[in-house]
């Protein structure tokens, strides 16, 4: 590994050299997922619950020609509210570090810096998938071909039904990507807990989580894993009161020609217009029982 394009915070270079847990955190939820200053306060509060779960917080970014791995309060600034950072995706992340640019990492991108840098376990809000309709324009994000050949655990709160969750589900069962749900037999929506999708297998421990990740590497089966945490019950969402939301703004896009990279913050900015911030409120504690659950289970993968 060529690790000249890495840079850490000192907590981090301590945490790897005395072989602490850590979890890494993405910035495209801080750059193009949520406004600011909703985004700058959740990113420094997710930090803190990781510590305070017993593990080392690195969230990652493209600053300067380096891949940041972990961030310093006035860096999480920048990311919040520069406001053209780039949206960073394993198709990006070559030209973004060449020119210096500053670039806000996806799911895909985040789980590149964390292999690169050791990292097993990565706590998010949701990831991207099929969209619907995927059949036709074929967007399927590179997160679902991140997540088949990274060995990193994805800690999220499933996949919002901005997306075709059934196709989701069947390219991650192509791919050979295990869907655990922790403490819980269906595949949360990221809003509600439920979607009418089963999981593959349920786990009710961290260190059931653990032991599988640890198995599934140890077999030498490349790629990651999704670990779909749903939303604390009260803070969710009814399944059908978000659905017309989301229907509404995808017709938006639609009519207005969104494409490519930008239809995820698109649409994520138009339903939290929509439901008159809820919809903010909701990802934001998501967010932060996602943390709690990935230092558990970076925490139990130490003892492996
Ligand atoms: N889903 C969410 N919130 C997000 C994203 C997805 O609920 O902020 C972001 C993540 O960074 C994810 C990216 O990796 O959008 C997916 O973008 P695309 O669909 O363009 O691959
Ligand atoms: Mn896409």
């Not at 706590?123 to 679902?144: F, K, P, Q």
């Not at 509600?192 to 599934?216: C, I």
Request: proline share 3%; hydrophobic share 45%.
């Amino acid at each position: 590994m060529n690790t000249s394009y890495l840079t850490f915070t000192d907590e981090v270079k301590d945490a790897l050299a005395n072989n602490k847990p850590i979890v890494a955190l993405e910035t495209t939820i801080i750059s193009h997922g949520m406004p600011y200053p909703q985004n700058i306060e959740m990113a420094k509060k997710v930090e803190q619950i990781i510590r305070d779960n017993g593990a080392v917080p690195a969230t990652i970014g493209i600053m300067d020609g380096k891949i940041k791995i972990g961030l310093n309060e006035q860096e999480l600034e920048a990311f919040a509210t520069t406001a053209n950072v780039e949206k960073v995706s394993r198709r990006d992340f070559p030209y973004i570090l060449s020119s210096g640019k500053i670039g806000a990492t996806t799911v895909a991108a985040t789980m590149i810096g964390a292999a690169l840098a050791g990292i097993e376990v990565f706590a998010t809000g949701g990831i991207g998938g099929v969209h619907r309709e995927g059949e036709v324009t074929m967007d399927v994000s590179a997160d679902l071909t991140e997540l088949a050949q990274t060995n990193v655990a994805v800690v999220c709160a499933g996949v919002k039904s901005i997306l075709d969750i059934g196709r989701t589900l069947e390219y991650l069962e192509t791919h050979g990507v295990p869907v655990v749900g922790f403490k819980t037999s269906e595949f949360p929506s990221f809003y509600a807990r439920e979607s009418g999708y089963g999981v593959d297998f349920r786990l009710d421990e961290a260190a059931q989580v653990a032991a599988m990740l640890r198995t599934k590497w140890e077999l030498g089966l490349a790629g990651g894993a999704i670990i779909a945490n749903p939303v604390p019950a009260e803070s969710a969402m009814a399944h059908n009161e978000i659905e017309g939301v989301i229907q509404q703004a995808l017709a938006e896009a639609k009519d207005q020609n969104v494409t490519g990279k930008k239809v995820t913050p698109f649409l994520l900015a138009r339903i939290k217009q929509l439901t008159e911030g809820r919809s903010l409120e909701t990802n934001i504690a998501l967010v932060y029982h996602n943390a709690q659950t990935a230092a558990q289970v970076a925490v139990a993968l130490k003892n492996k």
